[in-house]
């Protein structure tokens, strides 16, 4: 997976290097601002799943306290 993320970031990089010398600046600032969100919408979902997979957890280990099979 982290191949992935590699060859994305060097795929982004030319195209903004692309995008640069072509002086295509409101696309430039278009495509940054995107990426940003991206970056944001992946981060809080990250955090979304982890609080899941927490509170999941909490439950099943306060099941197991109790005696009570899953």
Not at 45 to 50: F, G, H, N, Q, R
Request: hydrophobic letters at 75%; proline letters at 1%; charged letters at 10%.
């Amino acid at each position: 997976m982290l191949e992935w993320l590699i060859i994305a970031a060097v795929v982004i990089v030319i195209a903004i290097l692309i995008l640069a010398y072509f002086d295509l600046a409101d696309v430039l600032v278009d495509l940054i601002t995107s990426l940003a969100q991206l970056a944001v919408a992946a981060v809080a979902l990250t955090i979304t799943l982890l609080a899941a997979l927490l509170n999941a957890v909490k439950r099943l280990l306060k099941k197991q306290h109790n005696a009570i099979l899953p």
